[in-house]
DNA sequence: AGACTCAAGTTACCGCAGGTAACATCTTAG
DNA sequence: CTAAGATGTTACCTGCGGTAACTTGAGTCT
């Protein structure tokens, strides 16, 4: 039948796809984020038209990347929202999950976040970049303001408090992880208690510090 | 005298490079982050060599533009926070600095922060981005740190602290303004408050909607 | 069987970017 | 007057993203 066949092709194509993407992964791995569509097309073994086809262009292969990645890291974070405690073991558990999966995958954050660091010098960097690092930090800040949304009473401006609290808190945890990767000032725990005390105001509730008027 | 005449000859130079980084400057904010060394050569009225022997490479022209800007941002900051008011007011005031100062020159605030978005399709985007979208995020943190630790008594952690909370409210007054800046959902105003209450512990202090286990 | 279709794959090329070498020119010191 | 050294130029290299045009090979119709 028409279908069947049809089907087989398509099947066939989407297996070639996802094995593209995965060469893309390794190389992308590998060279960092400057990778070339011919070091691409190399290690998956044949060459750069090919890539074109399937993916378009060299943003349409990094976005197809991204979004794996991004769904998958998307996936733990609702894990750790959704369980079921108290709302500040939620948050760090929530900000502990991010900060591990960062910590343990570096190259791939740095993929997502600063597409165009690795490469080698004098050679110019690629991937068009910044149009896609936003994308996480957004969906990110969306997902979470959804839940905030939906599970905290918080009056009148309800709809709005939580959409800025959602992008606000991703930003946070965001700088403050990049921060800590680069520098690993101190433990992941240290740094989620951290965060957390910040959220639950302790800013506010600290006292000046002598002789001075106080931030 | 031999240093007579290097002054003026540095001088000169001083002048020339200022120049172009003026230039480059009209260059960028016209035609986004993707401007060519060409099209900025030819803004300047000479030619590419010229900009290489001035700045480097292209890296060097970005980092010399993204310094002046930062720099006038950072300082615009530390007026805000070092204004003499209340806590809560200088937070307000700080956050709304920083928003009135993207939103007044967008442009000047993409290239610093997605250095890859403008430029024409298919054209590869350009400038090393990222290596530099970084940088801005990491003084405002540090600077806020410090300020944070000067000030205020945090208890034995203090250091630890104030630098997490540095990094952490400039990430999330940054993700929260490029989200604004982009949607523009609320009044300006409206941002400042929702994120100072979110500082203030009010995700703390919020009570769970009915039905659901609370976020 | 043999002509037909359609996708996968190739080579060879274009345009344009960043970056450099080699040559010209003008100012200024000795 | 000459030598130095900065300023500027033209002309070129490399490597990238992206595309056109051709070849191959598996499967479909008659």
Redesign the interface.
């Known amino acids: 039948m028409d279908t069947t066949q049809r089907t087989d092709q398509e099947r066939s194509a989407d297996r070639r796809r996802r094995e593209l993407l995965e060469a893309a992964d390794r190389v992308v791995l590998r060279d960092g984020p400057g990778a070339s569509m011919n070091a691409i097309a190399a290690e998956a073994g044949i060459t750069k038209p090919i890539l074109y086809r399937h993916f378009g ?1 060299k943003g349409g292969l990094y976005a197809a990347l991204a979004k794996r990645h991004t769904d998958a890291l998307l996936d733990s974070l609702r894990a750790a ?1 959704d369980a ?1 405690a108290e ?2 073991e ?2 760090e558990a929530t900000l502990d999950t991010y900060l591990a999966a960062i910590e343990a995958r570096p190259q791939v954050y740095r993929f997502l976040m ?4 690795g490469g080698q010098p ?1 050679v ?3 991937f ?4 896609h ?2 994308p996480l ?2 969906r990110m ?1 969306e997902e979470l303001g959804k ?2 949304e ?5 009056g009148p ?1 309800s709809h ?2 939580a ?3 959602g ?10 992880g ?3 990767l680069g520098e690993r ?2 433990t992941r725990a ?2 989620v208690r ?2 957390a ?14 002789g ?4």
Chains 1, 2 share one sequence.
């Open positions: 262009d929202l079921p709302r500040r939620r948050v600063h597409p165009a660091e004098g110019d960097q690629g068009d970049v910044g149009k690092s936003a930090l957004r800040g839940v905030i939906d599970r905290l009473d918080l401006d709005r408090l959409r800025v609290w992008h606000g808190i991703v930003g946070m945890m965001f700088a403050a990049d921060w800590w000032p101190c240290e740094l951290s965060l005390d910040l959220l639950w105001g302790r800013l506010a509730a600290a006292g000046d510090k002598v001075g008027p106080g931030f």
